[in-house]
């Protein structure tokens, strides 16, 4: 048996998804997912006239080789245009030889090593009686750990709230929960991080006598703020018992995180713009964080990302896999899969796609009592229907992006 051909797909039913599809001699297929959010076509261009014409011919059971193929011989290494490439290659082989085996991926790396997968959701408001509601839909949905992201007085729209694009002059309304936006162009939102510091640990508090002291609650700095000002959050947000902080400050300062590690208990994740083991290295051997945020689409794929959780457990980091829905379904199940069978798992977000994605990504996917399993068909578990993608073409969309008051840019 032997890789016949493969194809790029791209579709837009609630967004924007790439992925990969081969086919042995045999006609066995495999997915893959390839997509990065607001910069999907990059990752079309690179797989369509660089990746796909190196795939016919090779024997899709050397996942290992293959990797290292596409890794090594294009000499420019990492970024996330070619590791998700990359990314979707591997995932794709994996989905090749569980069909080929008969088993759910998670069977081929060690079994299950528990029922299934803690995760969370995001809850969200402007004020607090719509953060309230949203906590209670969430817990009504089953979840057992949330995710509490907040308005913040005077600023009109920042990330993780789940408004209207049309609250912000985006025009169309948010699809699949997400802040991208179709459009010609991105639309700016504004940032006041004293504010923003200012208002928070109130809110945790309120949270907290709200839903009482068991519930799990999560937090993403989604990069925002510096290395001391990170420090100052974590420490005020302490008697609130987070689960975890995410992305506190900008990573690729990873020193940072030795200043916020001094002054806060309040345990980090990190790393879901990260591409490698090598951006994880001296956080891990530091023990600068506490779960690993990487996602199997862009860290290259599973091959690469169980290497980096199994170095992550010498020194007791958990995984913490990035899951919103600009991951594709076949992301999802691989990571899915992927927790499933480590070890040193943590928690995996997820959000549940829109109606529109999962006709096009048929999955098997099981959601009860708060646990995530991707269930136990053989490979990843998803198919693609391909006439249903057609009625979805690709649509222009960009992530938003800050400027503070003054008008100087900052991260978004």
Known sequence: ?????????????????????????????????????????????????????????????????????????????????????????????????????????????????????????????????????????????????????SGVPGLKAIYGIASQASDTGGGEARYDHEPARRGELPVQEDWDTRAYLRHLPGVFEAVRHEFGPELPLLHDGHHRMTPIQAAKLGKDLEPFDLFWLEDCTPAENQEALRLVRQHTTTPLAIGEIFNTVWDFQDLIREQLIDYVRGAVTHMGGITPLKKTIDYAAQYQIKSGFHGPTDISPVGMAAQAHLGLAIHNFGIQEYMPHGEKTNQVFEQSFTWQDGLLHPGDQPGLGVTLDTDEAGRYPYERAYLPYNRLADGTMHDW
């Not at 997509?35 to 090779?58: F, S």
């Not at 008969?102 to 004020?127: M, T």
């Open 1 to 149: 048996m032997i890789i016949d051909r493969a194809e790029v797909i791209v579709t837009s039913p609630d967004r924007n998804f790439v992925t990969l599809k081969i086919t042995t001699s045999d006609g066995v297929t495999g997915l893959g997912d390839a997509t990065l959010n607001g910069r999907e076509l990059a990752v079309v261009a690179y797989l369509r006239e660089h990746v796909v014409p190196l795939l016919a011919g090779r024997d899709p059971h050397r996942i290992e080789d293959a990797w290292q193929f596409l890794y090594r011989s294009a000499y420019w290494r990492r970024g996330p245009v070619t590791m998700a490439a990359i990314a979707a290659v591997d995932m794709a082989l994996w989905d090749i030889k569980g069909k080929v085996t008969g088993l759910p991926v998670y069977q081929l790396l060690g079994g299950a090593s528990r029922e299934g997968l803690l995760a969370y959701g995001h809850a969200s408001g402007k004020e607090l009686p719509e953060l309230f509601d949203s906590v209670r839909e969430h817990l009504a949905d089953g979840y057992r750990a949330i995710r509490i992201q």
